[in-house]
């Protein structure tokens, strides 16, 4: 089992930023390729961005390209999502997912942990 806890949320203006981080327990954490997924009032789950194990591999939806960057500290058991740029669209909850498969991992049925969730308000 690992557990997932975020962090970092809130309210922004558009053009603002927000740090989101997720600290993981239990087992080990180099174990698992780490993605964030967001959903909005009304819409599914959607992919953000994934990081592979080893730090060398990410991946981003093409809505979030050039202002999102994902990123791990493996000796920290950490793995954070920054926001520039930040756009009404973009208001959701985010989850912080783990899973234990290989390949590259983009949709939500892959992942088997899951973080509560932490809530991001863009303001126009």
């Known amino acids: 089992q690992v557990q997932l806890v975020e962090s970092g949320g809130g309210m922004v203006q558009t053009g603002g930023s927000l740090r989101l981080s997720c600290s993981a327990s239990?087992?080990?954490?180099?174990?698992?390729?780490m993605g964030w997924f967001r959903q909005a009032p009304g819409k599914e789950r959607e992919f953000v961005a994934a990081i592979s194990r080893n730090r060398l591999n990410t991946d981003y939806a093409d809505s979030v390209k050039g202002r999102f960057t994902i990123s791990r500290e493996n000796a920290k058991n950490a793995v954070f999502l920054q926001m520039n740029n930040l756009k009404p669209e973009d208001t959701a909850t985010y989850y912080c997912?783990?899973?234990?498969?290989?390949?590259?991992?983009?949709?939500?049925?892959?992942?088997?942990?899951w973080g509560q969730g932490t809530q991001v308000t863009v303001s126009s």
């Open positions: 997912a783990a899973t234990g498969r290989l390949g590259t991992l983009l949709t939500p049925e892959l992942y088997d942990y």
């Open positions: 239990g087992r080990t954490f180099t174990n698992y390729y």
